[in-house]
């Protein structure tokens, strides 16, 4: 490598920030006229934005929460997952892809990536898989998703160990696969949308995110053979709040007031205020995800001289990535090098990050007993790692100055 800028300067020429939200008067807009319309909470723009979401992602229908975590574990629970139970994940993930699978009081299985992969090893997932197996969560890496026919091959073929648990496991009649689908909101796997892949798909729309509502996130589901949709979306709307057979909207209708509760649920719901921040995305949303695919691009071209910066391959004739994470690993070099890469980025006015830190390296997983020795592909792939900044805020001339950077910091350190 050659240096293409010069790393000591006490005024860095960009400040460029990892991940702000792209707000524009189109959302805000939609807020304005949901405070102004006298209805804050869960009401007809929360159900407005989950029919967008499910038309969208070509699902069957959606339901909004207030998280992408409130999402996967609500599913976990409306599946009849818990005690005895075993569900598998990736080790190569965010704590949440896990929690609630301990939530629900179910055994978290983690498996490890493939060597220099993202992705679960689905090898060793086969093997994974016994009759106490329940759910999958395979994890969409930076927008890319996993190769869900391998997935779905998979739990066809382990049929024979599942042992349902209750009628909708049994309608099911294999092991379930849950995306978390929190970073591929608008990406396709085989000419279908995320969302509409995967028996149950788990977005996040948190203020970091692609698509934002501040904070939030959704379900979809694709049609299950004899199962009625609308009992599915009503558990659900049980599930996120508090087991109430009406929601507030429901109860304003003259003489509605009364009410039931059918069982101690949970409170996680998506508000208007949040979906309305959604519904003024929407409208900007496929160009959005049209500047991220600039910004990859432009990123790729920078680096396709370096042999030892290593990127995460967005786009290609199967597949089509949201763009949400710009993932890069430095080949040969260890954590050390890396912490040193970011700090001197840093110094630079660049906000950089590392996607993911493994669970077992966790003090919490520690002492759930997963020892990191035994995740040598995940470890791998995040001794390495750093994550560069891809924002739709960001300039062309950002996205190059970023790539000088880092090509200058690591011949600067080595």
């Known amino acids: 490598m050659s240096n293409s800028i010069k790393t000591k300067t006490s005024i860095p020429k960009y400040n460029v920030p990892f991940s702000p939200p792209d707000i524009s008067e189109a959302e ?25 979401i499910a038309e969208f992602t070509n699902a069957s229908r959606a339901v909004c929460v207030n ?47 493939a060597k220099d992969s993202f992705e679960m090893d689905y090898n060793q997932l086969k093997k994974a898989i016994t009759s106490r197996t329940k759910v999958i969560i395979p994890v969409d890496i930076a927008g890319v998703m996993c ?55 788990s977005f996040s729309f948190h203020a970091v995110k692609n698509f934002t509502t501040g904070e939030g996130g959704a379900v979809t589901w694709r049609n299950i053979p004899g199962v009625d949709n609308k009992i599915i979306y009503d558990k659900y709307m049980l ?3 508090h087991g109430q057979s009406k929601d ?12 039931d509760i059918l069982l101690p649920a949970y409170k996680c719901n998506m508000t208007d205020i949040m979906a309305s921040i959604g519904l003024g995305q929407m409208t900007r949303y496929r160009g959005l995800l049209e500047r991220r695919k600039e910004i990859i691009e432009r990123y790729n071209e920078k680096f396709s001289i370096y042999t030892d910066i290593q990127i995460l391959k967005h786009y290609a004739d199967n597949y089509s990535s949201s763009g949400h994470l710009y ?34 390296l966790h003090s919490a997983y520690k002492e759930l ?13 995040y001794k390495n790692e750093i994550t560069l900044p891809l924002n739709t805020l960001m300039t062309n001339e950002e996205v190059d100055y970023v790539a000088d950077a880092l090509v200058s910091v690591i011949n600067e350190i080595q």
């Open 239 to 241: 599930l996120s709040l």
């Open 369 to 381: 007993g997963f020892n990191i020795k035994d995740f040598p592909n995940a470890y791998d792939m």
């Open 147 to 201: 190769d869900y026919n391998r997935i779905f091959e998979i739990v066809k073929e382990k049929s024979n160990l599942f042992i349902p648990n209750n009628e909708l496991q049994r309608s099911i009649g294999r092991v379930t696969v849950l995306a978390d689908a929190a970073h591929s909101f608008g990406a396709s796997y085989h000419n279908m949308q995320s969302g509409g892949v995967a028996d149950f798909t």
């Open 327 to 360: 993932l890069v690993r430095l080949i040969g070099k260890n954590e050390q090098f890396r912490n040193k890469v970011i700090s001197k980025m840093a110094e630079m006015g660049i906000s950089t990050n590392v996607h993911y830190k493994p669970l077992p």
């Open 248 to 259: 507030a909207l429901a109860k304003t209708n003259l003489g509605s007031w009364e009410y």
């Open 67 to 113: 998280s992408a975590t409130a999402a996967m574990e609500l599913t976990l629970r409306l599946l009849g997952v818990g005690e005895g139970d075993e569900v598998i994940t990736s080790a190569y993930t965010y704590t949440a892809s896990a929690s609630v699978i301990k939530h629900v009081g179910a055994k978290i299985v983690l498996v490890d990536t």
């Open 28 to 52: 805000i807009n939609e807020v304005i006229d949901t405070l102004k319309s006298g209805w804050i909470t869960t009401g007809p723009k929360t159900k407005l934005l989950e029919r967008k």
